[in-house]
């Protein structure tokens, strides 16, 4: 494969009738051994029922543009128990959230959770998190809708307090934490990478103000891509942070063929070699990793899909684009 690639990531079966025990385990083996770089999953906490969905304000605010009455989010799993279900079971391919709703979980609670998987794992934890768009999953976490933005800011210095402070204390308008010893502190130092997800330009600066990167919607085109890229890359020189160094994990769902589907086509669907060409593309962009998600495949992370059918599906595309290279592996844990 070409340098110019970017790092590759695998979902991990989460979503339908695929996401079994017995699938993550061998899936997350099977990446492991061909060289991915990662494995991550994502967070669905309810799907809203036919007649209380609103589709003009699904239209307007899911950054994704991927309707939430999409098959993939109908029966979804906990996005971080599986990640530490399959550490159990590999030993050196990266695991991350692509990604958690924060405001659903107080940053202590989630700094315990990550920090727990992270010596579970030896340190190979990335936590994607992101403010969500739902509303009705907001009421159902019992967090007020409003103020998101205000809310996530303090949310990542009160995370990243709880990793690195000992003894920790925190008092901010939304979080609270009294003087308190809260170890065992993760393995990584001074803690494990935070990604954010996020389309609006001050989400994008916040990413790069904030954290170590950023998560890019699955339909962001590439002209698209750039600018956002430059917008966190902007949001860290701001912060007195090197703007190369973030990191920028994009999402593509895979759908391989045999032959060229011809003028049209979107990206990641096509033959093996405008797969990688679609890869050289997002690196061109800005992209430095690449999540492969078949979570998100109608064939494979629906619920009525064939299991089966799916595990097949999975291996051929983990086969078919094996990163083969040593550049192609992890990144390493955050300085």
Known sequence: MSDELPLLG????????????????????????????SLWTFQRLLQPVAEKLDAAYDAAHNPGARPVSDPAYASVHDAVLPLAFVAGHTTTIGLGTATLCAPFTPPVALGKAMSTLDHLSGGR???????????????????????RGARMEEYVRCLKAVWTQDPVEFDGEFYTVPRSHVGPPPVQRPHPPVLIGGAAEAALRRAGRLAEGWIGSTRTDEESLARSVALVRAGAEEAGRDPDAVRILVRMVVDLVAEDPGRGRRRGYGTRQQVLDDLAVLASHGATEVLVDLNFSPRVGSPDADADAATEEAERVLDALAPLAPHLRRPPPSA
């Open 10 to 37: 695998f979902g991990l079966p989460v979503s339908g009738s695929w996401a079994t025990p017995a699938r993550m385990i061998h899936l997350a083996r099977r990446a492991e051994d061909l060289g991915w770089a």
């Open 125 to 147: 934890v990335t936590a994607g998190i992101g403010i969500g768009w739902l509303p009705q999953e907001y009421v159902a976490a019992g967090v007020p809708f409003e103020q």
